[in-house]
Structure formats: structure tokens, C-alpha cells
């Protein structure tokens, strides 16, 4: 069975900083997916950035990039110039055989309660 | 796109009532995932559809919840006889499938905010 695991509970940092939110996952497939969610305060979970366990690249969206460590079997957030509004819980996912696509579970971590100060 | 809708949005019931969520998916998404949060236990998986189909449930408590989904664009979760500590933020999810990257993000609904007193 595959596991998440978040190790932070709450970061702060501050405002225009980077900060990289860490994550760890154990599995022995393969094949899989890791995702980032946001949840704001007001408590829907927002689709941040995924890597594929064969793409040769770490993932980049916009303000997010995914340092992506295979054999260490991490999947750290960075999250870039930070904004008062990334305040917010992110929680590091995975999904297994992400080629097959459609019908993959996710598995969540516990979370980080990310702050960012002025 | 709406993106995935849950209604009702807050729900307050008394312990023995029955309870019924519901979700539309996206459109054109051929998955849909149902998700329970809370503090104690974050956030867990229920049971998934794939092509209206149930293919996992191994996470549903017991046997007080069942899901449904008749067609592809709607599915329910009902809790009968509810409890309270059944209290928690039930999430509905959609995927949108196959796509050429093989990536597989699952689109969430702004969640139902179920209380059982």
C-alpha cells in the first residue's frame, strides 16, 4: 500500500520568500503520480501542479515547482515569491499507474499549514 | 466549465436521520471519487466509480453509507441511520481520464459540510 507522508505541520515564511513544503512517499509500483492540493481557509481543495514517476523533468507551474527526487522518494512543493493568499493547508497526493489514466485513487498526506507573514 | 457541483452545501441533521449528498461531475469526466475529511482522520477515500461503476469501496465505514451513481452526470452518498460521528466535510471528485500525459488530477467540488448532532 502506498503511503504520504508530511512532516511539517505549519510553516510561515515571509511574504515575496520562497518555501519549499516537504513530502515523502513510499511505494514499490513503478508506475505512479504525485499531485499538490491547496486548501484554503474557505475549505475547497484546489489542483496545484503532478509529476509523473517517469517524467525526466520536475513539474513547473507558474509560482510552483515540484523537486522531484526519485530515489529518495520525494516530492517537495517550492512554492516561489510567496503572497499573502498562499496562506493556506497544502496536502502532497498520490495515485498509482497514472498511464492508465481515469478511475486512480489518491492517497493523501496529513497536510502543512502553511502562513505568510508581511 | 461549472466544474464538479455538491449540494446541499451545509447539512445539519439528528443522529437517526438519513442524509443524502449529491454530486454532478464534470462533464465528460469518467471517474468520480468520493472523499471524507476530518481532523482526526484527514482525508480518505470512500469509494470511486469509473464509468458510473463502483470499482473500490473498501474505504466506506459501513454499512449505514452507500453511494450510487445512475448516470454519468450524478451520484449520491447516503448515510442511513446517521451519526455524529459521522460530522465531517464530504468531498465529491472527477477525473477527467486518459489523457496524452497520463496525468490523472482529480477536480474537486466545494465539499458538504455535514453536522450530526
Known amino acids: 500500500a502506498q503511503k504520504i507522508t508530511q512532516t511539517q505541520p505549519g510553516m510561515f515564511v515571509q511574504e515575496k520568500e520562497a518555501v519549499t513544503l516537504d513530502c515523502t512517499y513510499d511505494t514499490s509500483d513503478q508506475s505512479y503520480g504525485l499531485f499538490w492540493y491547496k486548501q484554503p481557509s474557505s475549505g475547497e481543495m484546489i489542483f496545484l501542479i503532478y509529476?509523473?514517476?517517469?517524467?525526466?523533468q520536475n513539474a513547473t507551474e507558474g509560482r510552483y515547482s515540484l523537486n522531484f527526487q526519485k530515489a529518495r522518494k520525494s516530492a517537495n512543493l517550492v512554492i516561489s515569491a510567496s503572497q499573502l493568499g498562499d496562506s493556506a493547508m497544502y496536502f502532497c497526493?498520490?495515485?498509482?499507474?497514472?498511464?492508465?489514466?481515469?478511475?486512480?485513487?489518491?492517497?493523501f498526506g496529513t497536510g502543512t499549514q502553511l502562513k505568510v507573514e508581511l | 466549465d461549472a466544474g464538479v457541483i455538491q449540494s446541499p452545501r451545509h447539512e445539519v441533521t439528528e443522529m437517526g436521520q438519513e442524509v443524502t449528498l449529491r454530486c454532478k461531475p464534470i462533464s465528460g469526466h469518467n471517474s468520480l471519487f468520493w472523499y471524507r475529511q476530518t481532523m482526526m482522520r484527514g482525508l480518505e477515500l470512500l469509494i470511486y466509480?469509473?464509468?458510473?461503476?463502483?470499482?473500490?469501496d473498501s474505504g466506506m465505514p459501513e454499512d449505514r453509507f452507500s453511494a450510487k451513481m445512475p448516470n454519468a452526470s450524478f451520484s449520491t452518498l447516503k448515510i442511513q441511520p446517521s451519526e455524529p460521528r459521522d460530522s465531517a466535510v464530504y468531498f465529491c471528485?472527477?477525473?477527467?481520464?486518459?489523457?496524452?500525459?497520463?496525468?490523472?488530477?482529480?477536480?474537486f467540488g466545494p465539499g458538504t459540510r455535514l453536522t450530526v448532532t
Open positions: 497526493a498520490m495515485s498509482l499507474s497514472p498511464f492508465t489514466g481515469g478511475g486512480n485513487k489518491l492517497t
Open positions: 509529476q509523473g514517476s517517469y517524467d525526466e
Open positions: 466509480f469509473n464509468n458510473n461503476v463502483p470499482i473500490d
Open positions: 471528485a472527477s477525473n477527467p481520464g486518459t489523457s496524452g500525459r497520463g496525468r490523472n488530477e482529480q477536480y
